[in-house]
C-alpha cells in the first residue's frame, strides 16, 4: 500500500513562508516524478511544482521566484518551500507522485491559508 503523507501546512499572513514535506512509503516501483498541486475552492487543480528523479524542476508562473521544489531521493521525500506567499495561494495542496510503469498516487492534501 504506497502512502503519501503531508505535512507543514497551516496559517500564515502575507509575506510569510512555509514549508510543505510529503514522505513515500510502501511504492513496490522507482518513483520518478513527484510534485505538488493545488486545489483553490471552486477552482481546477493546478501543478504548483514539479521535479524530475534527476533535479530537473517546472513551475507554475505564479510561483516562480517565490517557491522552491526539492526531493531526497533516498528517503523518497518531496518538499516545497514557500516564502513571500499570497492570499491567492491559500488552497489545499496536493503531493503527487508518479512511478514506473506509470503509476499515481496522491497525498491526502494539506490546507495553506495566507490571510492577514
Known amino acids: 500500500q504506497v502512502q503519501l503523507v503531508e505535512s507543514g501546512g497551516g496559517l500564515v499572513q502575507p509575506g510569510g513562508s512555509l514549508r510543505l514535506t510529503c514522505v513515500v512509503s510502501?511504492?513496490?516501483?522507482?518513483?520518478?516524478?513527484m510534485g505538488w498541486y493545488r486545489q483553490a475552492p471552486g477552482k481546477q487543480r493546478e501543478l504548483v511544482a514539479a521535479?524530475?528523479?534527476?533535479?530537473?524542476?517546472d513551475y507554475a508562473d505564479t510561483v516562480k521566484g517565490r517557491f522552491t521544489v526539492s526531493r531526497d531521493n533516498a528517503k523518497n521525500v518531496v518538499d516545497l518551500q514557500m516564502n513571500n506567499l499570497k492570499p491567492e495561494d491559500t488552497a489545499v495542496y496536493y503531493c503527487?507522485?508518479?512511478?514506473?510503469?506509470?503509476?499515481?498516487?496522491w497525498g491526502q492534501g494539506t490546507q495553506v491559508t495566507v490571510s492577514s
Open positions: 510502501g511504492s513496490r516501483f522507482s518513483i520518478n516524478a
Open positions: 503527487k507522485v508518479d512511478t514506473r510503469f506509470r503509476f499515481t498516487y
Open positions: 521535479i524530475s528523479t534527476g533535479g530537473s524542476t
